[in-house]
């Protein structure tokens, strides 16, 4: 027997259509959860379905496609979804953040700086940020409609009591346009500024939950903190241990079974690049 | 000199590669063929069928031999390969008192019109394990096949002793289409324990069985057999049949003592599948039952009456999905829990 | 000047059972009132009606805001419903865990409602939390500790404080001493006693026990099956009760 025939990047203009629904409605209310039929992907659920649909619904033939894990274009899973998409849009592909005019992320927001030609979809595993404070999907919408947050800062009070600082290094929650607490997607906390007036279009995609979310371009973004314990980044001793640059986030390599490390950039297409001006 | 660990793509192609072999087995064997999974193991194609939400046996034999029998993988392959065939409509509701009945038992009544009639069970089988008899050597039972056989909970609807079972009133709803929000009308509930996992719809069954949930249940009658389905197509404007499926239909009888609006009387929990699965078609009956708890006044608390719950975490694809990401890398996350702990046990330090 | 509360009417039906028949009164300002009677009496059902706990069959419910505009509840938007009932109203339940977030610390539980109306300094939150922990007498080094460490009487205190933390102006309480020791009741009573008067709190107090009442209360509602069979002041009732089953309450304690 012979397997079904695929549409452009795999689904039908169908679901592409009620998907881009679901987006210019994301757009029109900053950080807003807009429910969305999600469809069953060929990769599994939790794996970047929800990215894989977003992107599939705003993919066109001239587009150039970044996708990156942990900040990486080779982690296996990102080498997965950029198969899929070449195997079904056929569109062309790039490791360099300045040539691609979508990226699709799961845990890191690229260090170059986006612009305004670009679209960045994040992978997002649980998109209700209130769902550990409260497991109800009926309560939680309801304390969105009526701005109730006050359980957000609870949990950063609570942090604060028993460790001295707000001890949330990923995930971490924000304020999107003064308006929706958001869940940004587990990217580290060291990634939380550059979700604030981007001048690419941010959109988010949880499959598994069924929700589309986004920042548009410019939108003020917030990280929640207190007035005397202010939201702060994490700091590493060392520059990263390849290109030398201060500013990036850095993974930590094990060298050895002797307490061996190295520090390395984690967005790899910056520590390239980083490398090639020195 | 350190270079970050390059060679993803390539793993993942050797990584195939192993997996086609391991999936071929011994060589020397020979290969299992799409027709042999289709008519031997039919009770797992139904399964695939029934959760995969889609009702092609050719489609649910080829996930099972590609899945390596891994029928949750095969649900799953099932599920995405439904993702890109277009919807052209629905099909009429089934009248399933139309059913051709191949299997009927009632619990509830010893005789009854139509009588029961056992058909394919595994039920009074002694579970010994024995080189399965070639079906030459075996003497060929007469299957029984009835049409139009009368419902069993149709016979107490008459006295007005069970609550009456109506069309709704509004459009059915498609989980498929339209995303879910809670509270879920009924329609989309059964939608959602159609696709359930049969391992967890039985758990939680059971669990209501033995108190966490009560609904005092009676199998007020179990059927299998094929139905037609039509279709009216915009063109025509009239009723055309484009088929025909295998379903299994369970309507359980349930105990109610009655409200301040309703006198006491039987209430209904329905379950049907695709295919001949019984054990699932029970526990989506028994699970649908317990989910109505709250809609008449009883006392709700426990897992199988909390619908958040129940229907969040029943798709299996979904919670596989999840589960197993895991395995995915994390690193730039578990990097930032690193910094933060090493900074606690230092400020810890030097207090 | 105007009543703060405006109670008109509310009735409650659980079906074709009645919770409690039509009940009008006013509440003003600083005055503290007890619903009394025996359980099944219908006292809860009014406390939660007239509190927003639960919805009404009928009738209606005035409240005097703090610029001296009148709402009438029923009319107000669900986030306007929700926002007096953080600012200016608190519900004490007769069980604290019901009325506390057991999951997090003492503190946590106090700083709530500020951080819930835009709190946003922690300095000062804790502050709060610890003047409360001192106002209903736990000691302070508990600030961190969770509510389920805590002993009956102490997590009663922590609720009602909670309650208290953003200063409102009613407070609702349903058998408060409730499920308590009597030795911890008594203590408990003084407080809220003290509370309510140095804060010019008005408050409704369900209580099936004529002590709780004689010691809070102002005026007093009589509850039988669903009606209210006597009302007027605390003292002129216990002194001289009209209805029959007053009488028969009244008599019932005097003779213990």
């Known amino acids: ?278 | ?351 | 000047m105007n009543s703060l509360l405006s109670v008109s009417n509310i009735a409650k039906n659980y079906g074709d059972r009645v919770g409690c028949h039509a009940t009008s009164f006013d509440l003003w300002p600083g005055e503290v009132m007890a619903i009394v009677g025996e359980s099944g009496s219908g006292k809860t059902t009014l406390l939660k009606c007239i509190s927003g706990q639960m919805e009404a069959s009928s009738g209606t419910l005035g409240y005097t805001k703090r610029d001296g505009s009148i709402v009438v509840l029923q009319e107000l938007s669900e986030a306007e419903r929700r926002f007096l009932m953080r600012t200016d109203w608190g519900f004490v339940h007769q069980d604290a865990r019901d009325g506390l977030r057991m999951g997090v610390s003492a503190g946590a539980n106090l700083g709530e409602r500020l951080m819930a109306l835009g709190g946003r300094h922690y300095g000062r939150i804790r502050s709060s939390a610890e003047d409360w922990l001192q106002r209903v007498e736990i000691s302070t080094d508990r600030i961190d500790d969770s509510p389920w460490s805590y002993s009956g009487g102490m997590r009663q205190r922590l609720q009602i404080a909670r309650n208290l933390v953003t200063a409102p102006r009613i407070i609702f309480m349903d058998e408060p001493t409730g499920g308590l020791d009597v030795s911890v009741q008594a203590r408990l009573l003084d407080l809220m006693r003290g509370l309510v008067r140095n804060l010019g709190l008005a408050a409704v107090i369900v209580t099936h026990d004529l002590a709780v009442a004689r010691l809070l209360s102002t005026r007093m509602m009589v509850m039988q099956g669903g009606n209210v069979v006597e009302t007027g002041l605390t003292d002129q009732i216990l002194e001289d009760p009209q209805a029959p089953y007053t009488q028969l309450l009244v008599s019932s304690i005097l003779l213990v």
Not at chain 1, 77 to 105: C, E, L
Not at chain 1, 152 to 176: C, N, Q, S, W
Not at chain 2, 58 to 80: C, H, M, N, P, T
Request: with cysteine; aromatic share 8%; net charge negative.
């Open chain 2, 1 to 351: 000199m350190y270079v970050a660990v390059k060679g993803g793509e390539k793993a993942i192609d050797a990584a195939h590669q192993l997996l086609a072999e391991a999936r071929r087995g011994d060589v020397s064997v020979p290969e299992i063929s799409i027709r042999q999974i289709e008519e031997q193991l039919s009770l797992a194609v139904d399964r695939v069928m029934n959760e995969g939400s889609l009702y092609d046996r050719g489609f649910a034999s080829l996930a099972i031999k590609q899945s390596r029998g891994d029928l949750i993988e095969a649900i799953f392959l099932v599920r995405a390969a439904r993702t890109t065939l277009a919807r052209f409509g629905y099909a009429e509701p089934l009248d399933t008192a139309k059913m051709q009945t191949r299997r009927r038992i009632s619990a509830a009544f010893k005789d009854l019109p139509g009588g029961q009639i056992l058909g394919p069970t595994f039920d009074y089988t002694h579970r010994l394990l024995e080189e399965v008899m070639p079906l030459e050597a075996a003497q060929l039972a007469d299957q029984l096949v009835v049409e139009n056989m009368p419902k069993v909970l149709g016979l107490l609807g008459d006295e007005g002793l069970i609550e009456p079972a109506l069309p709704s009133a509004t459009t059915v709803g498609d989980i498929t289409q339209d995303p879910p929000s809670f509270p879920m009308p009924r329609d989309e509930r059964l939608q959602s324990l159609a696709r359930g996992d049969e391992g967890f719809l039985l758990s939680l069954a059971y669990s209501s069985q033995r108190g966490f949930g009560r609904t005092h249940p009676f199998a007020g009658e179990i059927r299998l057999g094929e139905i037609e389905v039509s279709f009216v197509p915009e063109e025509l404007g009239f009723e055309i049949v484009i088929g025909e499926i295998t379903v299994t239909e369970c309507e359980m009888i349930n105990q109610f003592k009655g409200s301040a609006d309703v006198p006491p009387q039987f209430t209904r929990g329905y379950g049907l599948t695709f295919g001949h699965c019984e054990r699932k078609a029970m526990s989506v009956a028994l699970v649908d039952r317990a989910l109505r708890s709250a809609e008449l006044g009883e006392e709700v608390g426990s897992p199988v009456q909390d619908e958040e719950f129940v229907i969040s975490h029943s798709d299996n694809v979904q919670a596989t999905g999840f589960v197993e990401h895991l395995k995915l890398p994390h690193y730039v996350d578990f990097q930032s829990e690193l910094i933060l702990l090493r900074n606690l046990r230092k400020e810890k330090a030097a207090e």
């Open chain 1, 1 to 278: 027997m012979s397997g079904p025939v695929y549409n452009f990047a795999y689904l039908n203009e169908q679901t592409k259509r009620m998907i881009r629904r679901a987006i210019l409605k994301a757009v029109a209310i900053p950080g807003y959860q807009v429910p969305f039929a999600a469809r069953e992907m060929p990769m599994p659920l939790g794996w970047g379905t929800g990215g894989v649909q977003v992107t599939a619904a705003c993919l066109t033939q001239d587009d150039i496609l970044k996708v990156i894990d942990q900040g990486a274009d080779d982690t296996t899973n990102a080498v997965s979804i950029r198969k899929f998409f070449v195997k079904t849009a056929g569109i062309a592909t790039t490791d360099v953040t300045d040539d691609a005019t979508i990226i699709q992320t799961r845990h890191r927001i690229p260090e170059t700086p986006l612009n305004e030609n670009q679209i960045l979809v994040y992978q997002v595993p649980i998109p209700e940020p209130l769902r550990f404070l409260e497991p109800r999907e009926t309560e939680t919408r309801k304390m969105h409609a009526l701005e109730e947050y006050g359980v957000m800062h609870v949990k950063l009070y609570e942090d604060i009591a028993r460790f001295g600082e707000i001890a949330t290094a990923y995930d971490y929650p924000a304020l999107v346009n003064d308006r929706y607490v958001f869940d940004p997607s587990p990217i580290p906390k060291f990634d939380n500024p550059k979700l604030n007036n981007s001048a690419a279009l941010q959109l988010f995609g949880a499959g598994r939950e069924k929700r589309i979310y986004a920042i548009p371009p410019h939108t003020k973004v917030k990280s929640l903190d207190f007035e005397d314990f202010p939201f702060s980044l994490p700091k590493w001793d060392k520059p990263c241990a390849i290109c030398g640059s201060q500013t990036s986030y850095l993974d930590e390599i094990v060298m050895d079974d002797q307490g061996g490390r190295m520090f390395v950039c984690s967005d790899t297409d910056h520590c390239r690049k980083t490398q090639a001006l020195k």
